[in-house]
């Protein structure tokens, strides 16, 4: 059964440097979203993506964030300069279409920022 | 903005017995979805089940049943006949229905352990 996969499984990093999240959403969806879920709080969203474009972004995805899908398979978050708020898990999903309901999620990237 | 209120951080149940997690959420929308989530540990989330506000019926899947009072705003989860393979975390969300962009609104999670 197709899956999202996310790499890698757990990045630690030091304040103020850059990190990149990969996610390979499955192969024939088009629409992909990154959330997160600080320890102990809810699962949030951060950014929908459709067509090579951000369809919609939360308060969090500030111009810290950005998202791309540079080659077609993987859609990617790149964080510029970390935080120690940043400290996540980060989850990526993709969905098949517009109507379709279900979401599916990767496995999640654990960020460490130190 | 909608919200997605899981009252219960951690629940635990004997195997073969029954066990219901709660949910309640806030919108103003008349059109939406809702879902529970999976979460076993160090796993992907998994869809368990979902509904439709439309439906009146409750949505069943297996061993797995929701009781959506929409007027009350409550979205729960029953498990009949539990078993060790349930245990995880179970999150609660929502989708607005005419929300072009589909982000989904979840809740903090309900820790199942499953007793031997």
């Known amino acids: 059964e197709p899956e999202v996969t996310q790499t890698p499984s757990h990045q630690v990093t030091q304040m103020g440097q850059e990190v990149i999240l990969r996610c390979v959403p499955i192969?024939?969806?088009?629409?992909f979203y990154w959330y997160r879920q600080i320890l102990g709080q809810k699962v949030e969203f951060l950014v929908s993506?459709?067509?090579?474009?951000?369809?919609?972004k939360s308060e969090i995805f500030d111009d810290q964030f950005s998202v791309e899908r540079p080659d077609g398979s993987n859609f990617t978050l790149k964080i510029r300069s970390t935080k120690l708020e940043d400290s996540a898990m980060y989850f990526c999903?993709?969905?098949?279409?517009?109507?379709?309901?279900?979401?599916?999620f990767g496995p999640g990237t654990r960020l460490t920022v130190l | 903005a909608q919200t997605v209120t899981q009252s219960q951080p951690e629940m635990s149940v004997q195997e073969a017995e029954t066990v219901t997690l709660s949910c309640t959420y806030d919108?103003?929308?008349?059109?939406?979805?809702l879902f529970w989530y999976k979460q076993p540990p160090s796993r992907q989330m998994i869809l368990v089940i979902r509904?439709?506000?439309?439906?009146?019926q409750n949505a069943t899947e297996n061993r797995f049943s929701v009781n959506f009072q929409k007027a009350a705003k409550s979205f729960s989860l029953k498990i009949s006949d539990s078993q060790l393979g349930d245990a995880a975390m179970y999150f609660c969300?929502?989708?607005?229905?005419?929300?072009?962009?589909?982000?989904?609104?979840f809740g903090t999670g309900t820790s199942l352990t499953v007793i031997p």
């Open positions: 999903a993709s969905k098949g279409s517009l109507l379709y309901n279900e979401q599916f």
């Open positions: 192969s024939n969806h088009l629409y």
């Open positions: 993506f459709y067509n090579n474009e951000i369809s919609e």
């Open positions: 919108t103003s929308e008349s059109d939406y979805y």
């Open positions: 509904q439709e506000a439309y439906k009146q």
């Open positions: 969300a929502y989708r607005s229905a005419s929300n072009t962009g589909n982000q989904f609104y």
